[in-house]
């Protein structure tokens, strides 16, 4: 009985995956509402929950791809793979108009372009601090530190090991807890507290999921407009990692 129903999970594998993460998103977001009472958003912690699974089924299997190297959960592979990713990525973009933008003028286009540099310059440095030298891995890990979906998009372009993107993705996600948690707490002493604001604030952090849920706590009104300027620093940063940040990196740590 139990060998029948393995073999109807393994050669379902995919939709097997599907049922995954959508148990994962219902602890998470259960954890999120009933354990931090809102306060960390229910995506960080469902990531947080995922990385620890790709751990265990790495320590289990001895393999290099997580929790998908366990033959039960070979569809996650898939799910989890770059077609689903980079999907999800240009679906994100596609639901913003750039006319929104517009709304927090130059200031807001400031914002964005200062805070992604801002992030990723922090991110070299601490890649540094921890032995990185080489071009591909400090770009890497100074993307995952504008998002978390920024430093896999630019490791899979530029050729970085799988240890090297599991960083990045690492920072980006601390970035987005930080943000969730210290929104609440911090917003009323730097003038978040209306909508241009909002825009500002979410183009300078640009973590979507950390944004939305430091706004939704501090304000649900100011949501929309932070979200606005955060997919657009996203997007932006998935454009400017492989390429503009990349050589940079190339001309001052060399290939």
Known sequence: MIES??????GNGLIFGFAIVGAIMVIAYALSKYATRGLVHGSSIAILLGLVLAYI???LTGGENGLSDVSLFAGISLLGGGMMRDFAIVATAFGADFREIKRAGVTGVLALVLGILLSF???VVFALMFGYTDAVSLTTI????????????TGAA???????????????LVKAILT????????????????????VFGGLLGTTSGVAGGLAALNPKLVPYGAVTATFYTGLG?????????????LIFGG
């Open 238 to 250: 998935c454009l400017l990692g492989p390429s503009v940040l990349y050589m940079m990196m190339r």
């Open 121 to 123: 310059t922090i991110g």
């Open 5 to 10: 129903i393995e073999n109807v999970l393994v």
């Open 180 to 199: 969730m948690a210290l929104t609440p707490f911090l917003g009323k002493y730097i003038g978040l507290d209306n909508p241009r604001s909002a825009m």
């Open 142 to 153: 100074g993307a995952g530190a504008t998002t978390y979906i920024v430093g896999p998009v």
């Open 158 to 172: 530029i050729g970085a090991s799988s240890e090297v993107i599991a960083i990045s993705i690492a920072a980006g």
């Open 57 to 59: 089924g790495g320590r």
